[in-house]
C-alpha cells in the first residue's frame, strides 16, 4: 500500500478501520486500537495500544500490548484490514474452546488465519519471552500455545486487503 496506514485506507467510501470496528464492537465488551502511528487519529475511536518494544516488532508485539492492557479473560485479535469479518466471530471462537482458557484461531480451506484469535490473558508471559527471544512468527507462536483452530468456510470473510487490487475487488 506504499508504506500508507492500512487502518486508513478508503474501501466502500469508509477508512477500512472503522467498517472492522464496525463488525467487532458488538461481539466485544471493550475495543482496543494497536497502533504505532497516527495515534491520535485512531484515539478518536478507540483507546490506543501502541508496542511496549522498540523498533516495530511486528503483530505480536501489538497482542503483547493487547494482553498487557486487556482485563483479565479473553483478548480477541483481528486485523485492521479485514472488513468482512464474521459478525459472529467471537461467539464461535469462544464455543469452540469453552471454559478452558484455551486460545483459538480461525482456519478456512485458504489458509490458517493466527491472526484471527482468542487468546487469554494468562497468554502474556509466554508471548513475553518468545518476543524476549526475538520468535516474531504469529503462527509459529499460536502453535506453540496449542490453539485451536476453528473452521469457518468462508475465507472471503478473513481476506486481507492489502493492495490496491484487493481494494477494488
Not at 31 to 44: E, G, K, L, P, Q
Not at 83 to 96: E, N, Q, T, W
Amino acid at each position: 500500500m506504499g508504506g500508507e496506514d492500512k487502518g486508513w485506507i478508503a474501501w466502500q467510501g469508509a477508512p477500512l478501520v472503522t467498517h472492522v470496528l464496525g463488525r467487532l464492537a458488538p461481539q466485544v465488551d471493550r475495543v482496543f486500537i494497536s497502533a504505532n502511528r497516527n495515534i491520535d487519529r485512531y484515539a478518536t475511536l478507540a483507546p490506543v495500544l501502541p508496542d511496549l518494544r522498540p523498533g516495530l516488532p511486528g503483530p505480536l508485539a501489538g497482542i503483547e500490548a493487547g494482553l498487557s492492557a486487556a482485563p483479565g479473560g479473553y483478548l480477541l485479535v483481528v486485523p485492521c484490514d479485514t472488513p468482512r469479518l464474521p459478525v459472529d466471530l467471537a461467539a464461535r471462537l469462544l464455543a469452540a474452546v469453552g471454559n478452558t482458557r484455551k486460545p483459538a484461531f480461525v482456519t478456512t480451506p485458504a489458509r490458517e488465519q493466527p491472526l484471527f484469535a482468542l487468546l487469554h490473558t494468562d497468554l502474556l508471559p509466554h508471548l513475553t519471552a518468545t518476543l524476549d527471544r526475538d520468535e516474531r512468527r504469529v503462527l509459529a507462536w499460536i502453535r506453540a500455545i496449542g490453539a485451536t483452530a476453528v473452521p469457518f468456510d468462508d475465507a472471503a470473510a478473513f481476506a486481507n486487503l492489502n493492495t490496491p487490487q484487493s481494494l477494488a475487488g
